[in-house]
Antibody, heavy 117, light 109 residues
Framework: QVHLQESGPGLVKPSETLSLTCSVS????????WAWIRQPPGKELEWIAY????????KYNPSFKSRVTMSVDSSKNQFSLRVSSVTAADTAVYYC??????????WGQGTTVTVSS | EIVLTQSPGTLSLSPGERATLSCRAS???????LAWHMQKPGQAPRLLVY???TRATGIPDRFSGSGSGTDFTLTISRLEPEDFAVYYC??????????FGPGTRVDIK
């Protein structure tokens, strides 16, 4: 069974870059899209980006205004997210997920990221 | 942009009762690409239903999805103790590629 695990710093300073990695185990990344989603405290789930296992095609949520970069390294069974120029509004639980059958069919446990000086 | 609205915000029921959760879209969801996810505190969301009415692998048959166009429903026929959680609907048929509803919390009465 496929398992996803997010990793990264739990605390990031304002204006810095947030970097997260999702490790995929128990299955191949091939032939799937992979995605990042976040949930700010008390708010709704919000998709950030998704990308095919080859690195293309990809799509980003326009609300992030080019602050976001996603990459996939299927040889390492990992994919990553970078969010630049973070503010307190980027404080959230960040989830990675597999996109199968069109929607998120496997989710990671989530990692809490706090933006604070 | 498709906006999803869920009702009620909170549903207080007892184990064994039937739960009916609603998800309404601001525009018709293409091909009924509507999914339901369950999330328990501190846990990852879990896919329950996709394509409006197809149960995901391993999901008990007490969970059923229905609806089309702009109105969708998730029904839990008899609530088990492990079913008390937050339920999110998600559309994946239009622009933006994905959007989620605000969630319905099912509490123990």
């Amino acid at each position: 069974q496929v398992h996803l695990q997010e990793s990264g710093p739990g605390l990031v300073k304002p204006s810095e870059t947030l970097s997260l990695t999702c490790s995929v185990s128990g299955g191949s990344m091939n032939n799937y899209y992979w995605a990042w989603i976040r949930q700010p405290p008390g708010k709704e789930l919000e998709w950030i980006a998704y990308m095919y296992y080859t690195g293309s095609p990809s799509k980003y949520n326009p609300s992030f205004k080019s602050r976001v970069t996603m990459s996939v390294d299927s040889s390492k069974n990992q994919f990553s997210l970078r969010v630049s120029s973070v503010t307190a509004a980027d404080t959230a639980v960040y989830y990675c997920a597999r996109v199968g059958i069109g929607c998120m069919d496997v989710w990671g446990q989530g990692t809490t990221v706090t933006v604070s000086s | 942009e498709i906006v999803l609205t869920q009702s009620p915000g909170t549903l207080s029921l007892s184990p064994g009762e039937r739960a009916t959760l609603s998800c309404r879209a601001s525009q018709s969801v293409a091909s009924n690409y509507l999914a339901w996810h369950m999330q328990k505190p501190g846990q990852a969301p879990r896919l329950l239903v996709y394509a409006a009415s197809t149960r995901a692998t391993g999901i008990p048959d007490r969970f059923s999805g229905s609806g089309s166009g702009t109105d969708f429903t998730l029904t839990i026929s008899r609530l088990e103790p492990e079913d008390f959680a937050v339920y999110y609907c998600q559309q994946y048929g239009a622009s933006p590629p994905f959007s989620f509803g605000p969630g319905t919390r099912v509490d123990i009465k």
